[in-house]
C-alpha cells in the first residue's frame, strides 16, 4: 500500500465501435455480441489519490459536457469500482477521485466505462494489489460491459455480453499497425444503452467475411476500405427514435466524411476522413451548433 496522499493521474481515452454484430438475446436480459472496439484520442483524466478511509469523487469538465447527466455520485462506476476492490481485498483504505471529463456523457464512446477502467488501474498501483491485467478485466465486467475492453486497451475483438477481449494487434508497432483519422460528433443528448437494446429487433446481419477484413484494413489503416465494413446492429433503432442522431450523422456525410457509423448504442457518430488535413477541412465545414472533435484512432496498447 502506498502512503497516504499518493496520486496516480491517468488519461483514459474514449472508444468507438467499428463493427458492432448484435447476434441475440441471453437468458440473463443482455445481448450477445460481437465487436470491433477501438479507443480514440479523446481522454478523460482520472486522477486518484488515497485517502484514509473516506471516498468521494470530484468532477470537473470540458464546456461542452453536460454534466447533469452522470446521475448521483453513489451510481457512478468509479465510486462503485472503489467499493468492489475494497470488499474483495479486504482494502481499509479509500480514495479520492478526480475527474476531469471531454468524453461525452451517454453519447455511446465508453465515458463512463473509461473513467472506471482508470480508477481499477490506479488503485490496482496505489493500494499495490498486483492483479494481472485480465483480473483487472475480469474485475470491471462486474460492473459494466464495455470496461473489459477499456482495461484491456488498444484495438479489441469484444464478444459474449463485453466480457471476452481479444487484443488485435498484440506486440505490433504503430508502424506495422497504423491508426486512421476521425470526426466524431455529437447531437448533444444522450442514448440510454438499456433502452436501445430493448428496442433492438433482429435484422440483416453482415456476412462472416466482414469482420476479417475489417481487421486486415483496420491493421494497414486502410481507411478508404475500412469505410466498406462499418456496421452496427443498434444504428437503425437509433436513428429512428433519436432523429437528431441520424441528422449529425447525415452532417457528417455532407460535409465530406466517407463511411459514417453511430457509435455504440450512441449518441455519438464519427465519420471517417483521408487524414488530418481532410479532417480539419471536415470540422471546418460543419456546423459549430453540432459539437465535433478531430480524433486518431489508438489500435496498439
Ligand atoms: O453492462 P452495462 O451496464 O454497460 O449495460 C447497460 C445496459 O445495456 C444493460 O443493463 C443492458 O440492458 C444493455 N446491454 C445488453 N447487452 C450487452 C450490454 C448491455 O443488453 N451486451
Not at 493500494?127 to 475492453?149: C, H, K, N, V, Y
Request: with cysteine.
Amino acid at each position: 500500500m502506498k502512503q497516504e496522499g499518493a496520486s496516480i493521474s491517468i488519461e483514459t481515452p474514449a472508444k468507438i465501435n467499428l463493427t458492432l454484430e448484435v447476434l441475440g438475446k441471453r437468458p440473463d436480459g443482455y445481448h450477445a455480441l460481437r465487436s470491433v472496439v477501438m479507443p480514440v484520442s479523446l481522454t478523460d483524466t482520472v486522477t486518484v489519490t488515497t485517502t484514509s478511509t473516506e471516498i468521494s469523487l470530484a468532477v470537473t469538465a470540458e464546456p461542452w459536457i453536460d454534466l447533469s447527466l452522470m446521475g448521483p455520485p453513489e451510481k457512478n462506476l468509479c465510486f462503485r469500482a472503489v467499493h468492489l476492490l475494497q470488499a474483495r481485498y479486504r482494502v481499509e483504505a479509500g480514495a479520492q477521485i478526480h475527474i476531469h471529463k471531454r468524453i461525452p456523457v451517454g453519447g455511446g464512446m465508453g465515458g463512463g466505462s473509461a473513467d472506471a477502467a482508470a480508477v481499477i488501474r490506479g488503485l490496482n498501483d496505489l493500494w499495490e494489489l498486483t492483479l494481472s491485467r485480465g483480473e483487472m478485466m475480469e474485475l470491471g465486467a462486474e460492473l459494466g460491459s464495455d470496461i473489459p475492453a477499456l482495461v484491456h486497451g488498444g484495438a479489441v475483438l469484444m464478444e459474449g455480453r463485453g466480457e471476452f477481449i481479444t487484443g488485435l494487434f498484440q506486440g505490433l508497432s504503430e508502424e506495422t499497425c497504423r491508426g486512421f483519422w476521425l470526426v466524431v460528433a455529437n447531437p448533444g443528448i444522450p442514448c440510454s444503452t438499456a433502452e436501445v437494446f430493448k428496442n433492438w429487433k433482429a435484422g440483416l446481419t453482415p456476412p462472416p467475411h466482414f469482420l476479417h477484413n475489417m481487421l486486415s484494413f483496420v491493421r494497414t489503416g486502410q481507411v478508404d476500405a475500412v469505410a466498406d465494413v462499418l456496421y452496427n446492429g443498434l444504428q437503425e433503432g437509433v436513428f429512428e427514435r433519436y432523429p437528431l442522431v441520424a441528422q449529425a450523422a447525415q452532417q457528417l456525410k455532407a460535409a465530406g466524411c466517407f463511411g459514417v457509423l453511430l457509435s455504440g448504442s450512441g449518441s455519438s457518430v464519427f465519420g471517417l476522413v483521408r487524414d488530418e488535413a481532410h479532417g480539419q477541412e471536415v470540422c471546418r465545414s460543419l456546423d459549430e451548433s453540432l459539437w465535433h472533435i478531430l480524433v486518431r484512432t489508438c489500435p496498439v496498447v
